[in-house]
């Protein structure tokens, strides 16, 4: 993803959440909440400073600055520490005043369920920008709050994406047992099985799961291109073929501009051994907005990302949606 569209990305994330966790304040009075909501503050400064600060860095060398704008950025990322520090201090202050002068709680319940919302899409925002490690600690935090199914087969995402698969397949597990009706997750979790050693069974049993339930979903909602897409992927990891081939030029056919129906149809070429259908499909999911980190952070991707061709076709999009 370019910078700028990170940027402004994570302004609009970072404010969306902060006033999603004021409300959780405002709703109970609590300062932990207070606290939550003030590093949303620090966040969206951040990311402010990030946006101007990739503008100015852009700007070519002038008389004034011979080698370019570069330095901006190690001036924002010392503005953004300053903004941390104040943040901390009226935290202090505000902690402090409370246990002289004691405020009854409001709806804890209700405020610490906004609160659990605010931080998943946090989770959400930093995992679309490529922040793992964060997104990883925002799940973990909801995870804490109260377990969930949305959190689970969120962190198992990130898992994924991080060769974590272990972890993974356990956090997959457990937002199944809460809702086991979610292909998506079944899919996740056959693709996790196959990287598992001894895990060759579980991987057939979660893929038949997959197919068993996109099949359903096809048979009320046949124009539904993603759903195809997601049977012809189960098919391909099946070993059916024909059906798979079949299926996926059906969901090209209902969806030709769909993004996530180019993904998904480029990841079952693969699996069928057409590379160059593959890395076209894969060309214009990305020009459809298909970021490119997340296509390089799938599991099941990485010989087709790695592969030459691939590459090239990145090369010759350049600029494409994920790089600067």
């Known amino acids: ?133 964060e997104a990883i600690d925002s799940y973990l935090e909801s995870i804490a709050i109260e377990p969930n199914y949305r959190a689970y087969s969120n962190i198992a995402t990130v898992y994924m994406a991080e060769g974590r698969y272990e972890e993974a397949a356990t956090n997959l597990e457990a937002a199944l047992a809460i809702d086991d009706t979610d292909l998506r997750v079944w899919l996740n979790l056959c693709v996790t099985f196959e990287l598992l050693p001894g895990r060759e069974a579980d991987a057939v049993a979660a893929n038949a799961r997959v197919i068993a339930l996109a099949e359903s979903a096809v048979a009320e909602r046949p124009d539904d291109g993603v759903m195809l897409s997601f049977l012809a992927s189960a098919y391909a990891v099946a070993g059916r073929a024909e059906e798979a081939e079949e299926t996926v030029e059906k969901a090209l056919a209902v969806a030709p501009d769909d993004m996530n129906v180019l993904f998904h149809a480029a990841g079952t070429f693969e699996r069928l051994g057409d590379r160059d259908r593959a890395v076209e499909l894969s060309r214009r999911a990305l020009v459809a907005g298909f970021p490119l980190h997340m296509m390089e952070n799938e599991t099941g991707w990485r010989d087709l990302t790695a592969s030459p061709e691939f590459r090239e076709m990145v090369r010759k999009l350049a600029p494409v949606p994920d790089e600067a």
Do not use: C
């Open 1 to 133: 993803m370019e910078k700028k569209g990170a940027a402004a990305i994570a302004v609009v994330g970072g404010v969306a959440i902060f006033l999603i966790k004021m409300a959780a304040y405002f709703m109970s009075g609590s300062v932990a909440l207070l606290s939550d909501a003030l590093e949303s503050i620090v966040n969206i400064a951040a990311s402010l400073l990030m946006l101007y600060a990739v503008y100015v860095s852009g700007m070519p060398a002038d008389d004034d600055h011979h080698y370019g704008h570069q330095k901006i950025e190690g001036i924002s990322s010392l503005i953004e520490g300053a903004f941390i520090l104040t943040a901390a201090v009226f935290i202090i202050h505000t902690a402090i005043e409370r246990i002289f002068d004691p405020v009854p709680l409001g709806s804890v319940e209700a405020a610490l369920g906004v609160s659990l919302f605010a931080t998943a899409l946090n989770g959400g925002l930093s995992w679309f920008l490529g922040r793992n490690a």
